[in-house]
């Protein structure tokens, strides 16, 4: 489900919009979903936020529906900047974050068991700070094995 070749570092953008852009054509070019991905990406963003306030920094885990999808897969996105995000169940607050873990799946049934394992990294204070520190996909994978 997550593999090296899915995660990539420094990645530069203006906004959030623009992260979700490069996301899905990177998928797009990867044959990971559709053409389409990318505005069912935008548009559920916007009615629904992923952002969520974490620390020591801001971690957003964009999806959307399984009609766009080709191939499930996880994609992590370290950001070189970090980029302001709506947060998750408060459209009127701002996170900034510094990773994107895109989740990209054909059954939505599967990603609850993931979000629950993502959600125990990001409150792991301990392995946050170990990807805050990640300066290779390998070590990134090692922090993220560990929950998946």
Same mark, same amino acid.
């Given at each position: 489900?997550?593999?090296?070749?899915?995660?990539?570092?420094?990645?530069?953008?203006?906004?959030?919009?623009?992260?979700?852009?490069?996301?899905?054509?990177?998928?797009? &070019?990867?044959?990971?979903? +559709?053409? *389409? @991905? =990318?505005? !069912? #990406?935008?548009?559920?963003?916007?009615?629904?936020?992923?952002? /969520?306030?974490?620390?020591?920094?801001?971690?957003?885990?964009?999806?959307?529906?399984?009609?766009?999808?080709?191939?499930?897969?996880?994609?992590?996105?370290?950001?070189?900047?970090?980029?302001?995000?709506?947060?998750?169940?408060? &459209?009127?607050?701002?996170? +900034?974050? *510094? @990773? =994107?873990? !895109? #989740?990209?799946?054909?059954?939505?049934?599967?990603?609850?068991? /993931?979000?629950?394992?993502?959600?125990?990294?990001?409150?792991?204070?301990?392995?946050?700070?170990?990807?805050?520190?990640?300066?290779?996909?390998?070590?990134?994978?090692?922090?993220?094995?560990?929950?998946?």
């Amino acid at each position: 489900m997550i593999s090296l070749e899915n995660i990539f570092l420094d990645i530069e953008a203006v906004d959030y919009r623009d992260v979700l852009k490069k996301e899905a054509d990177l998928l797009y &070019k990867a044959d990971y979903v +559709n053409e *389409r @991905y =990318v505005c !069912g #990406l935008l548009e559920r963003e916007e009615y629904s936020p992923t952002g /969520l306030p974490t620390t020591p920094f801001g971690v957003a885990i964009p999806h959307t529906d399984p009609d766009y999808v080709i191939n499930p897969c996880i994609i992590i996105l370290k950001l070189k900047k970090s980029v302001a995000f709506r947060e998750m169940g408060n &459209k009127e607050s701002w996170i +900034n974050a *510094r @990773y =994107v873990f !895109g #989740l990209v799946f054909k059954d939505s049934k599967k990603q609850v068991p /993931l979000l629950s394992q993502l959600m125990s990294l990001f409150g792991d204070l301990s392995s946050m700070e170990k990807l805050d520190r990640a300066k290779s996909r390998e070590d990134i994978l090692q922090v993220i094995q560990g929950y998946l």
